[in-house]
């Protein structure tokens, strides 16, 4: 519950550590999992003396415990190890220090680490973190390669030398780290994210040697997934041999099976690729000899036709076709003008025999009267009337006689 205080009514500092107490004790006693980091066992002392330290978030406590306690697990526990303490929190007032009272102690055992690394796997597997389509492709010739690893480590050593014999201008930004123990995790999450942050580290290394299932333990550490999962530069995990499978392998882009086999996923060999642009050069020469010989060949074979060889061959042979056309149709028309002409003088005749100025010429007259009509009938005038007689030379008057 909350104290009243103010400036005016303070209470003093051994009252709040009495209260600080007081709700540690409501507490009660807890199972606690951690890294034993210190371990002190004086001759003769009655109590021995520990430090618990959670690896994945930085924070220690200090563990105190009765010597029967911890000599009931003395042979198997030690500095470094993962142990699981059942304790009570204890506040001790005059020095305003928290500690645990441990009254039992059990190690972590492998099989057990395994069984909780493959629940942290499949919760890990459910948010995504391992999917393949998360997955990136380094570039080709990554400009700067960053690595993270071990001080003067074989792991350090195989990834820089084999990197250099297979492209001698490469380029690394190394980060040493703590790569077992209590401190590896934070330093490794630390030297990752400080070269994801570099613009020009076009990819991430992660390194280390082979060893036992708790010396790889960091490797698998939910902070550190979740980091690597974050990064924006694709990251390559190189831990262990090849039958060791960290969760850091699951979430990398890509896993190398040795920090060897790193350098060869990394950076490409420059034997090989002088080899492959040797290869595709020659290729690319057949390729165009393939098409000039072929090109060629069509050639040769296009001038060998009579067309190419004879060009005005077809042209005289058409010229002649449209010369005996052009005969062919001069006599056609001069045969149709004829039959015209013949038609044209036969209608012409019978126009003119049948024509009035043909039968007027005969000695025939035509009798008009004065309106201009012909006279066909003798009932047609009166006495006396007064008729144009047409005849072929010229016309005159003429009377009617009763």
């Known amino acids: 519950m909350a104290v009243n205080t103010s400036a005016e009514a303070p209470i003093p500092v051994g009252e709040v550590s009495r209260l600080i107490g007081g709700w540690i004790d409501r507490l009660g006693a807890v199972w606690v999992e951690g890294q034993i980091t210190q371990l002190s066992r004086r001759p003769g002392a009655g109590v021995v003396f520990m430090t618990l330290r959670d690896a994945s978030y930085d924070i220690?406590?200090?563990?105190?415990?009765?010597?029967?306690?911890?000599?009931?697990?003395?042979?198997?526990?030690?500095?470094?190890?993962?142990?699981?303490?059942?304790?009570?929190?204890?506040?001790?007032?005059?020095?305003?220090?928290?500690?645990?009272?441990a009254a039992e102690i059990r190690p972590v055992g492998v099989g057990e680490l395994l069984a909780r690394l493959e629940q942290l796997k499949k919760s890990l597997a459910r948010e995504g973190l391992f999917a393949p389509e998360r997955k990136r492709t380094p570039p080709f010739l990554p400009r700067l390669v960053g690595l993270v690893c071990g001080r003067a480590s074989a792991a350090e050593r195989d990834v820089l030398e084999n990197a250099r014999r297979r492209w001698p201008a490469v380029r690394f930004e190394v980060r040493n780290?703590?790569?077992?123990?209590?401190?590896?995790?934070?330093?490794?999450?630390?030297?990752?994210?400080?070269?994801?942050?570099?613009?020009?580290?076009?990819?991430?290394?992660?390194?280390?040697?082979?060893?036992?299932?708790?010396?790889?333990?960091?490797?698998?550490?939910?902070?550190?997934?979740?980091?690597?999962?974050?990064?924006?530069?694709?990251?390559?995990?190189?831990?262990?041999?090849?039958?060791?499978?960290?969760?850091?392998?699951?979430?990398?882009?890509?896993?190398?099976?040795?920090?060897?086999?790193?350098?060869?996923?990394?950076?490409?060999?420059?034997?090989?690729?002088?080899?492959?642009?040797?290869?595709?050069?020659?290729?690319?020469?057949?390729?165009?000899?393939?098409?000039?010989?072929?090109?060629?060949?069509?050639?040769?074979?296009?001038?060998?036709?009579?067309?190419?060889?004879?060009?005005?061959?077809?042209?005289?042979?058409?010229?002649?076709?449209?010369?005996?056309?052009?005969?062919?149709?001069?006599?056609?028309?001069?045969?149709?003008?004829?039959?015209?002409?013949?038609?044209?003088?036969?209608?012409?005749?019978?126009?003119?025999?049948?024509?009035?100025?043909?039968?007027?010429?005969?000695?025939?007259?035509?009798?008009?009267r004065a309106d201009g009509q012909a006279v066909r009938d003798p009932g047609e005038v009166a006495a006396g009337e007064a008729l144009r007689a047409r005849v072929s030379e010229g016309e005159f008057g003429v009377r009617v006689d009763a």
């Open 60 to 101: 220690s406590v200090g563990v105190t415990c009765y010597r029967q306690v911890f000599d009931a697990v003395a042979d198997v526990v030690g500095e470094g190890a993962r142990v699981v303490v059942h304790c009570k929190p204890e506040w001790y007032a005059p020095r305003g220090q928290l500690s645990l009272r």
């Open 177 to 368: 780290v703590a790569v077992q123990g209590v401190h590896a995790v934070p330093q490794v999450v630390q030297a990752v994210e400080e070269l994801d942050a570099v613009d020009e580290v076009d990819v991430i290394v992660v390194a280390r040697g082979g060893g036992s299932v708790e010396d790889l333990l960091p490797f698998s550490d939910e902070q550190l997934v979740r980091a690597v999962a974050a990064c924006r530069t694709p990251v390559v995990s190189a831990i262990g041999h090849e039958p060791d499978h960290p969760l850091l392998d699951h979430v990398a882009d890509v896993r190398a099976s040795t920090p060897t086999d790193a350098a060869k996923k990394v950076v490409p060999d420059v034997g090989e690729e002088y080899e492959r642009v040797r290869l595709l050069r020659d290729r690319a020469r057949r390729c165009v000899q393939a098409f000039v010989d072929r090109e060629e060949r069509g050639l040769a074979h296009a001038l060998a036709r009579p067309s190419m060889e004879e060009p005005h061959r077809m042209i005289d042979g058409r010229a002649q076709e449209v010369t005996a056309l052009l005969d062919r149709a001069r006599r056609c028309l001069r045969h149709q003008l004829d039959r015209t002409d013949s038609e044209l003088a036969h209608t012409h005749a019978r126009v003119v025999a049948l024509s009035p100025a043909a039968t007027l010429k005969r000695g025939y007259a035509v009798l008009q």
